[in-house]
């Protein structure tokens, strides 16, 4: 078990995991993630006001992290896919948590939100 000492030395469970899925931007991508595999150009219109540069960054960042899979088709124009890995995958069940405290916080029944 981790003491209070352990977390305030950078060994915190907690910190960890917000330092892979820092930020807005890293969420909302493995939130469209979860649906299945998606584009760069479907991830950035999903996206309202990500800038290109933040997306990439992002998605480079993700893929470092091993919460991506990133995959290069040898075609004219090159396609390039985006998917989550398992590890990707384990934060699902925590997403679908702020999802459910946020739906009952703005007292709604449903969203757009694509958690599939």
Same mark, same amino acid.
């Given at each position: 078990?981790?003491?209070?000492?352990?977390? !305030?030395? @950078?060994?915190?469970?907690?910190?960890?995991?917000?330092? *892979?899925?820092?930020?807005?931007?890293?969420? =909302? &991508?493995? /939130?469209?993630?979860?649906?299945?595999?998606?584009?760069?150009?479907?991830?950035?219109?999903? !996206?309202? @006001?990500?800038?290109?540069?933040?997306?990439?960054?992002? *998605?480079?960042?993700?893929?470092?992290?091993? =919460? &991506?899979? /990133?995959?290069?088709?040898?075609?004219?124009?090159?396609?390039?896919?985006?998917?989550?890995?398992?590890? @990707?995958?384990?934060?699902?069940?925590?997403?679908?948590? *702020?999802?459910?405290?946020?739906?009952?916080? =703005?007292?709604?029944?449903?969203?757009?939100?694509?958690?599939?």
């Amino acid at each position: 078990m981790l003491s209070t000492s352990d977390c !305030l030395q @950078g060994a915190c469970p907690i910190s960890h995991v917000l330092d *892979l899925i820092d930020g807005k931007w890293s969420i =909302l &991508l493995l /939130r469209e993630l979860f649906c299945g595999d998606r584009r760069t150009h479907e991830l950035s219109k999903a !996206l309202t @006001g990500i800038s290109s540069k933040t997306l990439s960054h992002e *998605l480079k960042r993700l893929e470092k992290y091993g =919460l &991506l899979d /990133r995959r290069v088709y040898a075609e004219v124009p090159p396609r390039v896919e985006y998917s989550l890995t398992p590890k @990707g995958r384990e934060i699902q069940p925590v997403l679908r948590a *702020l999802y459910e405290v946020g739906r009952q916080w =703005l007292d709604q029944d449903s969203c757009d939100c694509p958690m599939c």
